[in-house]
């Protein structure tokens, strides 16, 4: 229960609402002690046969859950409102309710969602405010402004599985509303368990509604922000980005003074900035080049702030000239220890780009020999210690090697992917549409000697150059023609050697993140490995990426692999299971490890969005266009060549 309050509050969470029915005591005690606005619901639903909201012989039954929640409660200061249930219905009964809990306590309002009469949404009539359950964007422009009552937003962005997409979207809509309040993530933690029989054997292993008899929802109870063993998550750093009560803008830069213009407001109602450091960094292609610090000036609730930031070890004009990609990430820090946070506690951040990085250089002029060899179902080119391999038939690779280290696993040739699994979007069909032949020709050039691969299908060609240049570097354009909407990713996926289990990688990191779901992260250097880049989720799924990827690293033990640099817009994952795995599979622990690691890299990835349950999809900007999207890939050796 601690852990709960804990996390909550320090990751800008403010508001609780005990749904659907009132929470253990000891829990209001600490809303009280540590500070959350509480919602405080009562044990009220009728959701199979809400006909009897309407029948009087039910009153007495309904307002009985009302009083005895009013009467336990109504000393608690962290709760602001009462809530008569849950989807119980548009009955008279509540009517009796709302009074009750007026009479018994006129200093609070009543909230109830279930009276939709004429408007889509509730609160309609025994409410002191409406209220909405999964809203979409469009109804968050209409309805979230100059409304004759607040508006509550008393359930959205459900949080089942890998979701959450375009959760800052929803809070840029309240908080420039003028009679929103707030909102309700549905819900806080996955209602898994460990199973007593393997507990006694030493077993700890969650478990959800599908592993016993019914009545269940299958998994439909895994819909938490945080996993039943309570690990911090990706979804949870999205939700502090969101929520976060320090607000940056940067406003200016000047490339002569190397100075940088940032607005900072602040969002909190009762704090003043005063009390917090602002930490700001400068990033140098991925890497930290310098930090400095201040304290805040007092900025009271609802004002800001210009502040002039010199920024550390970097002279921009020079910068934007050598192509190099500098970031500016500012962090705010409350400077004293709460009841809730230890001293210099990290409660806002935000990265913003000083200057771009340019495209990838251009690579060293091949002046070796190529040599063209047939065998069988293969072709493979060979100039100095690189070798390309690939299926005659189809045109796919499938063997990458420097010297005698092979870096492609076997039994995943290299081609095009629209297949993924979230609960968001539970795809069934795999197959990716293209057709048995492919085409490949060769040809040198000024500067390299060219493999050109076409693979057609119905759902999207995929058109690969690579480009064997000097140094053993292989450059790769790969291009992508969809053909239909509706593709859930324009990528490929390749097996790596197993032994690659080291990733170091450019990119947003270092929770999971999406199109859709990048508040939380910055663009930086981090290591991780294929089991370590997983979410915990109950059920397995699509997990693991990685957005806006400049350049990733994938090496043995021993330090020796391949590095791939990116040029476009690139995401990524690396797994030791297939994408077809995670989908059929029940439990993280029923996977079996795949002879290689399953590296997939997109052009564009669908947004994961918020649809098991609702119907609030991914919204159109986070789609996959129908139109074609390329990218390009530089490959180097690591540590294999003399």
Request: proline content about 4%.
């Amino acid at each position: 229960m601690l852990r709960d309050i804990l996390l909550m509050k320090q990751n800008n969470i403010n508001t609780i609402r005990t749904s659907h029915y009132p929470n253990n005591a000891r829990m209001y005690a600490m809303y009280d002690y540590y500070g959350l606005y509480t919602c405080d619901e009562a044990d009220l639903e009728d959701h199979a046969n809400q006909s009897i909201s309407d029948l009087k012989s039910w009153v007495p039954a309904f307002v009985d859950r009302i009083d005895r929640l009013v009467k336990r409660d109504f000393n608690h200061p962290s709760v602001i409102m009462w809530s008569l249930g849950n989807e119980g219905g548009n009955g008279e009964n509540f009517g009796a309710c709302y009074n009750h809990a007026a009479k018994l306590d006129p200093t609070r309002p009543v909230h109830y969602e279930g009276t939709r009469i004429h408007r889509p949404f509730g609160g309609e009539r025994f409410s002191d405010m409406y209220s909405k359950m999964y809203p979409d964007m469009n109804w968050m422009s209409q309805y979230t402004n100059n409304m004759d009552k607040p508006m509550f937003i008393c359930e959205y962005a459900h949080a089942m599985g890998n979701a959450m997409g375009n959760f800052g979207a929803y809070w840029d809509a309240i908080e420039a509303s003028n009679s929103c309040i707030g909102a309700a993530v549905w819900d806080w933690v996955d209602q898994t368990i460990y199973d007593p029989k393997e507990m006694k054997q030493g077993i700890y292993r969650l478990h959800t509604g599908y592993d016993y008899p019914g009545p269940h929802q299958g998994n439909f109870m895994s819909n938490g922000i945080l996993p039943g063993t309570r690990e911090e998550s990706a979804k949870l750093k999205e939700v502090k980005a969101a929520h976060q009560f320090v607000k940056f803008r940067l406003a200016s830069v000047d490339t002569q003074k190397n100075t940088a213009q940032v607005v900072v407001r602040n969002g909190y109602a009762f704090t003043n900035l005063r009390d917090f450091d602002l930490h700001w960094t400068t990033l140098r292609n991925g890497y930290v080049q310098g930090t400095r610090k201040m304290r805040l000036p007092a900025v009271a609730p609802g004002d800001s702030v210009m502040l002039t930031l010199t920024l550390p070890k970097v002279k921009l004009a020079k910068a934007t000239a050598n192509g190099e990609e500098w970031m500016l990430n500012l962090k705010a820090f409350r400077r004293a220890a709460t009841r809730w946070s230890e001293k210099m506690h990290e409660e806002a951040m935000k990265q913003f780009v000083l200057t771009q990085r340019a495209p990838l250089a251009q690579a060293q002029s091949l002046a070796a020999e190529v040599k063209e060899v047939r065998n069988g179902n293969e072709i493979s080119y060979t100039a100095d210690q690189v070798q390309l391999t690939f299926d005659a038939q189809t045109a796919e690779l499938k063997s990458l090697r420097w010297g005698n280290r092979e870096i492609l696993g076997q039994g995943l040739n290299l081609d095009y992917t629209n297949f993924r699994f979230i609960e968001n979007d539970r795809q069934s069909n795999a197959n990716n549409g293209m057709t048995a032949a492919g085409k490949i020709s060769a040809s040198r050039t000024a500067d390299g000697y060219q493999i050109l691969t076409k693979r057609t299908g119905s759902l999207s060609d995929m058109t690969i150059v690579y480009t064997l240049r000097g140094g053993n570097v292989v450059d790769m354009n790969v291009q992508f023609d969809p053909k239909r909407g509706d593709l859930r990713r324009t990528g490929f996926q390749v097996g790596l050697d197993s032994t690659l289990q080291h990733i170091n990688y450019w990119a947003l990191g270092p929770w999971e993140n999406y199109n859709d779901r990048r508040d939380g992260v910055t663009v930086g250097r981090y290591s991780t490995t294929p089991l370590t880049s997983m979410e915990r989720y109950m059920k397995p799924q699509s997990t693991g990426y990685r957005y806006e990827l400049r350049e990733a690293t994938f090496t043995d033990n021993k330090g020796q692999g391949v590095r791939i640099e990116t040029e476009g817009e690139v995401g990524f994952s690396a797994l030791p299971f297939s994408e077809e795995d995670l989908a059929q599979a029940k439990h993280t622990w029923e996977l079996k490890k795949r002879p290689y690691l399953v590296l997939q890299m997109d052009a564009t990835y669908r947004g994961v969005g918020n649809a098991s349950c609702g119907g609030v999809d991914t919204i159109k900007p986070f789609w996959v266009p129908q139109t074609p999207q390329s990218f390009r890939l530089r490959l180097t050796p690591v540590n294999l060549t003399k």
